[in-house]
């Protein structure tokens, strides 16, 4: 297994076009971590023959394809084939300039990311979901219902769609974008696969609006990302826990601003104490 550390390694000597396409590749392997999931030493390789311009992406998919039907896992707890297949598919998406700002390409990221992995690609969950979280002691985020699952995307693609960053300041952007993402996230569309989803999403959104999004933030915080959503979603009022995008916003600037704010997992527990 690899982490990204050595793919951050080679992105340092790198000239500035490979280096773009390495950023790309480090968040997508990055971004497994959401899921606890870890990478292999051949999705590396191909990586690396990829931002060399040795292989195309459809190259390096039917590689990998070959890989695994000749490698074939029998253990259904390794998921190693579905961080290599949905990292590689994360990187091409990433690599892409094509994007709309609608339900559909939200429904189609998510389609294209796991056709294969999950039976359910591209639809929506028509169940409803509870999930454990560490930093909450074990409570769980309130998800979005299962029957108003499609009206409640189309009203948040439509009041960000109507909405007006022209005049803020940065931190008021940051701060809005904060209450996108999160909202978006906490909707839960699908019944798996849903921050991955979202982080590319997000990233690709993030680009149209003129953000460079070229750097290691996505790479070393996925974890973070997805817990500062959490975060974003959870009240406890009796107990003094209100939900804040503060964690989140910590990120975004850093991943935006080039800031150096510190993003501690253990600052995100509801018990924490400052």
């Known amino acids: 297994m690899v982490n990204t550390d050595p793919l951050k390694e080679y ?11 390495g950023y790309v590749w480090q968040t997508a392997i990055g971004l497994q971590a959401v899921d606890g999931l870890k990478t292999s030493d051949y999705l590396f390789k ?9 292989i195309t992406f459809d190259e390096a998919e039917r590689l990998l394809n070959s890989y695994y039907d000749e490698n074939p896992k029998h253990n259904v707890e390794d998921r190693t084939e579905e961080a290599d297949k949905v990292s590689l598919r ?9 994007f709309s700002f609608t339900p559909n390409e939200y429904l189609s990221i998510h389609r294209k990311l796991f056709t294969g992995i999950y039976s359910h690609a591209g639809r929506m969950r028509d169940y409803n979901i509870t999930k454990k979280e560490w930093i909450l002691d074990g409570a769980t985020v309130l998800y979005g219902n299962a029957s108003e699952l499609r009206a409640t995307l189309e009203y948040d693609f439509n009041r960000e769609k109507a909405f007006g960053y022209k005049g ?6 940051i701060r809005h974008l904060a209450l996108f993402v999160s909202g978006l996230w ?10 991955r989803t979202t982080a590319v999403f997000f990233i690709k959104y993030l680009m149209t609006l003129g953000f460079d999004v070229n750097n290691d933030i996505f790479a070393e915080n996925a974890w973070y990302f997805r817990n500062a959503m959490v975060r974003a979603n959870y009240n406890d009022l009796k107990n003094g826990v209100f939900e804040t995008t503060e964690y989140l916003e910590l990120f975004l600037k850093n991943l935006l601003l080039g800031e150096k704010n510190e993003l501690h997992n253990r600052a995100l527990h509801i018990g924490h104490i400052f």
Request: aromatic share 2%.
């Open 168 to 173: 803020l300041t940065m931190d008021q952007m």
């Open 46 to 54: 191909t990586a690396v023959s990829n931002i060399e311009g040795e």
């Open 90 to 98: 994360i990187a091409k998406i990433l690599s892409e300039r094509a």
């Open 11 to 21: 992105i340092k000597q790198s000239e500035p076009g490979r280096r773009d396409k």
């Open 186 to 195: 906490q909707i839960h569309v699908f019944a798996e696969g849903n921050t």
